[in-house]
């Protein structure tokens, strides 16, 4: 149990278009979501906390229009990274509360902008 | 605020030898602690947490960390190391068990045969 998925697992975009990343809590129900992003050899920082039927709050140094964060259903954020451009590249994790009030990690989108 | 050391960028070992990964934390208020795995090109996996009670604490594979509120450390240990895990070990905080974390820099751990 306590499952997340992310779709799509590898994606190559070119500068300039918006990709869509989507983070799915397959056997429970989350009403919170965190988006994390990790560039190479680095650690996972935080960029938002996404709430179901609400607005995503944002960290500091994070740019609300260009990450769009939206959690329609208690299973379902996405995340769309708008007008990529190379400096986007990077591997994107989501994690989900679950009932249990624990903590459960995605298995994270790897995106390449060229 | 939070925040999260862990000394060792990167810690090569010798298989069935022992290890240990350091992490420090600093907190103004109580925290939970727990450390992760993350496999290459893969997402995290959580070993181990701290929430209260035993301050030593036994997770999956084999790993073990203790809380030590005194040092501010929770590192984390493994008696005999396999070439398995090999792979990058982040320590991190939080207010609580299902909210948002603060994650260190992480420990690439490399196990040498």
């Known amino acids: ?114 | 605020a939070q925040s999260v050391t862990q000394l060792d960028s990167q810690v090569p070992v010798f298989e069935e030898a022992p290890v240990e990964l350091r992490c420090n934390y600093s907190s103004s208020v109580s925290v939970y602690l727990f450390w992760y795995v993350q496999y290459p090109n893969q997402g995290l996996q959580l070993l181990l947490k701290y929430l209260s009670g035993s301050t030593l604490v036994k997770g999956i594979n084999g790993f073990e960390a203790e809380f030590n509120k005194s040092q501010t450390s929770f590192h984390l240990r493994k008696p005999s190391v396999h070439i398995s895990d090999t792979a990058e070990y982040f320590c991190a905080v939080g207010k609580t068990s299902y909210d948002k974390v603060i994650f260190g820099p992480g420990t690439s751990l490399s196990v040498i045969p």
């Not at chain 1, 009403?31 to 996972?44: C, H, N």
């Not at chain 1, 769009?68 to 994690?95: G, K, M, Q, R, W």
């Open chain 1, 1 to 114: 149990g306590a499952v997340v998925s992310q779709h799509p697992s590898w994606v190559i975009c070119k500068s300039g278009t918006s990709v869509k990343i989507e983070c799915r809590s397959l056997d429970f129900q989350a009403t919170t979501m965190f988006w994390y992003r990790q560039f190479p050899k680095q650690s996972l920082m935080l960029m938002a906390t996404s709430n179901e039927g609400s607005k995503a709050t944002y960290e500091q140094g994070v740019e609300k229009d260009k990450f769009l964060i939206n959690h329609a259903s208690l299973t379902l954020s996405t995340l769309t990274v708008t007008s990529a451009h190379p400096e986007d590249s990077s591997f994107y994790i989501c994690s989900a509360r679950g009932s249990l009030y624990e903590q459960y990690f995605g298995p994270g989108t790897r995106l390449t902008v060229t």
